[in-house]
């Protein structure tokens, strides 16, 4: 397909920075003076070489002997003088920006799975795995991936519950290529089961932690199959990458391989603005989603239908489009049943002026608010939401939150 070529010229890099190279060599080196038995190596798909044009991020893995604890504090004693950040987690990890983002993560230097003492340890067999298994796939994964960003459904991580990169490389691996899994996306079942070494036969269901199945695809981990490595994926994400392989299958475009950019000057809506707490990425991305979705719901009675929020370093947007930017200053509250007496009883203490309509006993409540313009600033201003951004604004009204 000669669409995919030109995306490829796109967003296929043409080789690796030295300056990637001369940061493992220079952090070996610290390690080496610290006497530490530990080997520096990139990981990620930089390590895969299924890495973007113009990705700056790069994983970088300290891989201790197995005879090391407390990983994190020795990995810091290495990176004295340098300027980085320290990454709260199951086990602490660094973040260097320079020219790059460089994650610096401090593993075991294990063979085996079942030798990991943290989630983390797996990390660079599963690029081990990759390496082995999809050369040449090197090409789909990188569109997969692209594609995936183009339509917001990249990123495991708890505000996102999309396809994370180990699961797009598994996916390619499987079904033989990009195009391969688009097809095969639409004939996907409810909790399909993606089995690379058919490890499970069949019987992931049963085999398969309970917790681990509520994700609508079942991708086993071939490193560690006891593992659902899709189970961060929502319905919601799996149903838009669904819906987008049938459309552009249909239709090809190199639309969808483009990453949309909200136009805030263009859009015929509520947008707000801001700033985000300071902390682990994923932790203040699901402060934000809760945050969105606490004013989503109480923008339900305006009958909201376009919605969304984008996200970087430290500021973003909110945006929702309304059917109705007024509604009526008074609304029905139906109750219990006339025959359901205690009910009633109950109901009528709390309400005044009640009315029977259709055997049911009914009464009108006032709007608190009328306008969306008014409900949005009172939302805005409330402590669930203060509590999990820094600052929001809409129009000429500031919100500051707490920065606890």
């Known amino acids: 397909m000669g669409i995919l070529k030109e995306v490829l010229f796109e967003i296929k890099p043409n080789g690796k920075d030295k300056r990637i190279a001369k940061f493992v060599k220079d952090l070996q080196k610290r390690v080496n003076k610290q006497k530490i038995k530990a080997k520096v190596v990139i990981g990620g798909s930089f390590a895969k070489n299924t890495f973007l044009k113009d990705n700056y991020d790069i994983d970088i893995f300290v891989k201790f002997d197995k005879k090391y604890t407390n ?35 401090p593993v075991l230097n294990i063979k085996k799975p079942e030798d990991a003492v943290n989630v983390t340890d797996m990390s660079p067999l599963h690029v081990d795995w990759v390496k082995k298994n999809g050369k040449r796939f090197r090409d789909d994964i990188i569109l997969l991936k692209q594609f995936c960003k183009g339509i917001g459904v990249y990123g495991a991580e708890s505000y996102i ?22 097809k095969k996306a639409l004939k996907w079942k409810d909790k399909e089961v993606i089995d690379y070494y058919d ?29 659902n490595a899709a189970a961060a994926l929502s319905d919601e994400k799996l149903k838009l990458f669904v819906n987008s392989a049938k459309k552009f299958l249909k239709k090809p475009s190199k639309e969808f391989f ?103 006993v009914c009464v009108m409540i006032k709007r608190k608010f009328n306008s969306v313009d008014d409900k949005i600033k009172f939302l805005i201003k409330d402590k669930y939401v203060l509590e999990r951004v820094k600052v929001i604004k809409y129009n000429q009204w500031d919100g500051i939150g707490s920065i606890g």
């Not at 990995?75 to 983002?101: A, M």
């Not at 085999?207 to 560690?224: A, E, G």
């Open 161 to 182: 519950k999309g396809f994370s990169g180990h699961v797009v490389d598994i996916l390619v691996i499987y079904h033989g290529g990009f195009i391969e899994v688009l």
């Open 199 to 227: 490890y499970h036969k069949g019987k992931v269901m049963w085999n398969m932690n309970k917790s681990k199945l509520n994700s609508p695809l079942i991708v086993v981990d071939p490193i560690l199959p006891s593992r």
């Open 71 to 105: 990983l994190s504090k020795l990995l810091e004693k290495c990176l004295n003088g340098l300027n980085y950040e320290k990454i709260h987690g199951s086990r602490d990890y660094f973040q260097i920006n320079n020219d790059f983002k460089f994650e610096i993560v």
């Open 258 to 360: 483009v990453v949309k950019k909200f136009d805030a000057g263009k859009f015929k809506g509520l947008v707000l603005e801001f700033e985000s707490m300071n902390g682990k990425k994923d932790v203040v991305g699901a402060k934000i989603l809760k945050s969105f979705e606490f004013i989503l719901k109480g923008l339900e009675e305006f009958k909201v239908i376009d919605s969304g929020w984008e996200w970087s370093e430290t500021k973003g947007k909110m945006w929702f489009k309304v059917r109705n930017n007024e509604i009526s200053e008074e609304f029905e509250r139906i109750g219990p049943i006339v025959s359901m007496n205690d009910a009633v009883k109950k109901f009528k203490l709390k309400h005044k002026k009640t009315y029977v309509k259709s055997g049911k």
